[in-house]
């Protein structure tokens, strides 16, 4: 499965028009779409917002249902092929529904910080907030990891990937913002992504802004 992905992320960003900036999406459900379909998903809707915004950008759906840091770094070797310009990595909330170790999964995503840089791609880091029932020194250590590498290693960076869902830009209780939600209460409905996408974004317009930069 993972050598055939490989494949369409490949075809997919060689389809790119000259002078467009290749983004590849790196991340678990929240990226895939899980539950919508393709259109209504996060990728695709975020392109055409980016599009509307007269951006000129394609972008390449490398989300995978499941996956965790551990397997977001498994696959970044073949996701940053010669035609990505940026990436953007939302990793971590699998992570958290395991109770997995917050240094592993800061180590994990270093080190996909480290991949990046070597490829010189332009990274968008968006964080996740552990909740409160793992103990306040783990959510204090997971939710840390985020903004400090992302300055460590100058990414543009999102506090949370459900930051448009709240008014105070901080995650959101999905219990109590169920019109935002699928019936699992994780993963957002077509309508959630519309409103996540109006914070991601302007985040991404300023990634495209380094790429350009860099150029």
Known sequence: MRKALAVILTVYAGMAQAG??????LGDSLTQGYG?????????????????EG?????????????????????????????????????????????LSPDQARSNIESILQA????????LLIGMDAPGNYGPEYKAQFDGLY????????????????????EDGTA?????????????????NAKGVARIIQVVGPKVQELIGQVKASS
Do not use: C, K
Request: proline share 5%; charged share 20%; no cysteine.
């Open 55 to 99: 951006e000129n950008v394609r972008l390449i759906n490398a989300g995978v249902s499941g996956d965790t840091t551990a397997g977001g770094l498994s696959r970044v070797s073949w996701t940053l092929t010669p035609e990505v310009d940026a990436m953007i990595v939302t990793l971590g909330g699998n992570d958290l529904l395991r109770g």
């Open 147 to 166: 903004p400090e590498l992302a300055q460590a290693y100058g990414a543009v960076y999102l506090e949370s990937f459900f930051a448009g869902l709240s």
């Open 36 to 52: 919508l379909v393709q259109e209504e998903g996060f990728v695709p809707q975020l392109e055409v917002w980016l599009q509307a």
């Open 116 to 123: 990046a840089q070597e490829a010189e791609v332009e990274v």
């Open 20 to 25: 467009d900036v290749v983004i590849a999406a």
């Open 172 to 188: 959101p209780d999905p219990a109590t913002l169920r019109e935002w939600f699928q019936a699992d209460g994780i993963h957002p």
